[in-house]
């Protein structure tokens, strides 16, 4: 590009940018709005979104400030399970999960599901992997299907206080959930970390059934969640479920929804049921 090619360039910039101007502030904006009765609308409208935007904005900053101290305490003792699901994402978990310990409760594990998990060419495998983890299991669910097989071994694994009851104890128990999830790990099956025994569960999925994971959970716990990061619900059998979780006001729900969960209190909610959540908790 010549000298004089860059200039004109750089004056026809300049020049695409005035007109900006002038249309966006101008007396050439009615022209191009139509007339000077949609000029005025389209002022009016814009006013109405700036103030809608500091509502809002005001609205977080007294959520995050007023609902700290609504949850403290609520969720104290408990040891929370994070699992998520293959097409979840590390940051869904992060979003749903962001209050839980504003209300006391501690994180005991950070587990993925792999797509090993459902891949349909693994099935086979996950059925003899299942034949064989079956006898290892508490109250061991003979009939059961692989599916469910590998997700009470997963929440066993996690909460081996719960799971074991009067079978085992101490470090029996501590042993037996060593031994499933160095076979999940090894399968290939789950990733992630356990840094100690979990009485909870928070399931994040985008949706879908993820029943069999869901209800081996609530048998194996005092309370799962089930955050649904999508508006629409999936199937989660008897957990509870919040839809829009991964969102301002969904991990606020979230939260909520667990306090009633480890109350005994279960049903499905979305994110704007986040206040009266978090009321009921009182």
Known sequence: MTGRSKV???ALVVFALAIGVLIGSGPLRAGFSGNAAQAE???????????????AKQGREFADA??????RGFLTGHTVALVRTADATDDDVATAAAHLTDAGAEVGAKVALTDEWTVENRGPFREALADQITAALANSPAGETSSQVLATALAQTLAPGIAAGDDLV????????DTLWTLLTDAALVTGERTGDSDMFLLV?????VTDLANAFVATSNGTVVA??????GQAGAATTVTNAATFYGAWA??????NAAGGLTGAYDASDAAQLIGAAH
């Open 205 to 209: 999925a985008p949706g879908g059934d």
């Open 170 to 177: 101490g470090a029996a128990a501590t042993e037996r959930a």
């Open 8 to 10: 004109l360039v750089a």
């Open 228 to 233: 649904f990061t999508g508006g629409t619900a």
């Open 66 to 71: 007023a609902s700290p101290v609504a949850v």
């Open 41 to 55: 609308e389209l002022e009016q409208a814009q006013a109405n979104a700036k103030a809608a935007a500091a509502d």
């Open 254 to 259: 979230v939260t909520g929804a667990a306090i």
